[in-house]
């Protein structure tokens, strides 16, 4: 009895308070720009990512959107930088910022449905057209100030 009241009010727990989780991912290269997408269907440049699905880990998320974004596979464990509440989207959903040091891009990147464009920035050569949580989560990684507790 007491495992299915648990059950139960997990359940209850997920059908009130729905959460939802993102994830990004910073991809600096050795000449120290990073990666950043353009998508189909929002303007400006963003860092690569996506939402995590049912039965995923944030860091499966992460590899999986980094593919499926930019044809690239970290080689060697990402790391967590940051985690950022995520007002914009909704009061429960919270991203989580990853960092990926090593990689290998498994085949050149073509355009499709999701993603118009990749590349490699640096600092001080980002797009205008940056997105502004990507150009705070950017500061943060370059200067090692304090992650902002919201995206």
Known sequence: MTKLR?????WWFLLSRPLTLGV???VPDDQGR?????HTYVPGWHLP????????TTMQAAVRELFEE???RP???LRLMSVHANR?????????????DRFEFERPFERNGEIADIGFFARHD????????TLTRLSEFWDGAPASPYW
């Open 88 to 100: 914009e989207a909704s009061r429960r959903d919270h991203v989580l910022v990853y960092v990926c």
């Open 49 to 56: 990512g996506g939402g995590v699905d049912r039965g995923e």
């Open 70 to 72: 930019a044809c690239l």
């Open 6 to 10: 648990i059950r139960l009010f997990h």
């Open 75 to 77: 080689l060697g464990e």
């Open 24 to 26: 990004r991912v910073i």
């Open 126 to 133: 980002l797009p205008g057209d940056t997105s502004r949580g």
């Open 34 to 38: 990073v990666l950043l997408v353009k």
